[in-house]
């Protein structure tokens, strides 16, 4: 199935899911640009960031959005739009679902 991300809530109610096909794609390059949060995003497995770590991720994801393909941005854009709720609301987290 490959990557997806959601929000998720500390009892594990997932609220909202991107399933964008280019998630995979974007961990990969911010792999390949050492990115320390994105590119840590364990493709087999959960990978979960709190609201205090969306202070990194989100500049990590609008960097990569900058100068990638237009559907990578889109993926971007997506994720960004879930960081908004994560940010929003307590106890919630962002969650990078591996296979």
Known sequence: MGLSVQVRTFTGVVEATCVHPSIADLCERAASRGLPLLGYVDPYDDT???R???RVLIPEL???AD???AVEAEAVHEILALTVQVEREAHRYL???GD
Do not use: P
């Open 95 to 97: 969650v990078f679902n």
């Open 62 to 64: 609008r960097a990569l």
């Open 52 to 54: 205090s770590q969306l």
């Open 48 to 50: 979960v960031f709190n």
């Open 67 to 69: 100068d990638s393909a």
